[in-house]
């Protein structure tokens, strides 16, 4: 038998559901943002199951949770799989919770299949993937990986001004579980929804994924003067909305190109102090910029510097880089491992680069790494109609079982 042949599609399909709750919208998504309670909650769920198993858990010192299944090797570096359970505000049930399931799901049909393994095999939950509430995102990746400093990110504040190390000391109050050392990872494969249409379209359950593209994100803060709405003449004004709308404008513009590959996306504005009858003071807005090459990224963030400096006035303005994810190319014994596996289990494929950023960008920079898409409706993600069908999703697993299983015994 093997591990394929005992992924329960029933099992995951019922673990999606009851992680779901767990900050359930009414209209069916879910608003489990990091660090939140119910980000603990998910954790806690997570960690019964696996103690249930015999699987042991740890986690790390940004909060990063671990499920082991061990080899037969001790001394044997893991493969390791999985994605994350935060999402955004109004997030999907599909988004990073499939790639921790499926990655359970893999442990599960392992040892139901009664397949020992070399190496050590690991489910992860990386901390604070989607970076909305706390800036940047795929932090818990990144903080293993060694891009981001640990202390640096502790120190980060939410929109609200609670500290990511506060929120940290709760959630793992909450959802405890045993410390773990930092420890080498011997490859890595996340499986994700595809969160874009051309599976779909396509007709094809696997996405074998070849690369990610790079992404930066920024913060834009006009400065003006807050005066009063009714008796202020407009030459006198320093309205801080109008110079990040004109500065807005100008960016969108200087970031069309004609074939439509460079993504520019202003996702949140605030404007400060927000009362009706006063002319703004302050306004900040948040841009999230990608392209497959990076010297792409460079001339047009170049642009946007040149943008802030030429259409402030009379307000001050200033722009920050948050963040600046280079392009990744994920290694290519991992990318024919998985292609292999879809067409032995004879799933229809195609190989596909992403378009969203994943945990696998940070963890590839470490180890091999690889990814396994699978359809989800009209391609949609970022929203709480997120779908997906529960065959997709356990045909995905199917692979990803055969591939970690292929990896723990080379
Ligand atoms: C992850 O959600 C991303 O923004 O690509
Ligand atoms: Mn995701
Ligand atoms: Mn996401």
């Known amino acids: 038998m093997s591990g394929a042949d005992t992924v329960k599609e029933d099992r995951l399909w019922q673990r999606h559901a009851d992680m779901a709750k767990l900050g359930g919208t009414p209209k069916g998504g879910v608003n489990r943002q990091a660090l939140s309670p119910e980000d603990a909650q998910a954790r806690n769920l997570l960690a019964l199951w696996a103690k249930a198993r015999g699987f042991s858990i740890s986690t790390d010192a940004i909060g990063n949770l671990f499920i082991w299944r061990q080899g037969t090797d001790k001394h044997a570096p893991p493969v390791m799989s999985g994605s994350h359970m935060d999402s955004q505000p109004t997030g999907g049930r599909f988004d990073g919770m499939y790639g921790v399931l499926a990655a359970f799901e893999a442990l599960e049909a392992l040892e139901d299949a009664k397949i020992a393994t070399k190496r050590p095999v690991v489910a992860v939950a990386w901390t604070n993937e989607e970076g909305s509430r706390f800036q940047p995102g795929a932090m818990g990746s990144a903080v293993f990986a060694g891009h981001y400093k ?7 504040k939410d929109w609200k001004g609670v500290a990511l190390k506060d929120a940290l ?7 405890p579980a045993p410390a773990t050392a930092p420890f080498k990872v011997d490859s890595y494969v996340e499986a994700h929804i595809e969160q874009g249409p051309r599976l779909e379209n396509e007709g094809k359950t696997i996405g074998v994924v070849t690369a990610i593209q790079g992404s930066r994100r920024y913060i834009v803060e006009t400065l003006g003067e807050e005066a009063h709405a009714g008796t202020t003449p407009r030459a006198a004004r ?7 709308l004109r500065i807005a404008n100008a960016m969108y513009e200087a970031t069309t190109d004609r074939d439509d590959t460079l993504r520019f996306t202003i996702g949140r504005v605030d ?3 927000g009362s009706p009858n006063t002319v703004p003071g302050k306004a900040v807005f948040t841009i999230d910029m990608r392209h497959p090459q990076d010297a792409v990224l460079d001339i047009h963030e170049k642009k946007l510097r040149d943008i802030v400096a030429g259409k402030a006035a009379p307000c001050t303005a200033t722009i920050e880089r948050i963040t600046n994810v280079a392009p990744t190319d994920f290694d290519p014994k991992v990318i024919d491992l998985v292609r292999d596996k879809a067409n032995a289990l004879k799933l229809s494929n195609m190989d596909m680069p992403s378009g969203a950023g994943h945990d696998a960008m940070h963890i590839a920079k470490l180890c091999p790494a690889g990814m396994i898409f699978v359809p989800c409706e009209r391609g949609i993600s970022h929203n709480e109609i997120e779908n997906a069908t529960p065959q997709d999703l356990a045909a995905g697993t199917r692979v990803l079982v055969e591939v970690l299983e292929a990896l723990a015994n080379r």
Request: net charge negative.
């Open 271 to 273: 404007v400060q102090p």
């Open 238 to 244: 320093k309205d801080a909305f109008q110079a990040a």
């Open 150 to 156: 640990l202390d640096e990110m502790l120190q980060v």
């Open 169 to 175: 000391a709760e959630t793992l109050k909450a959802a």
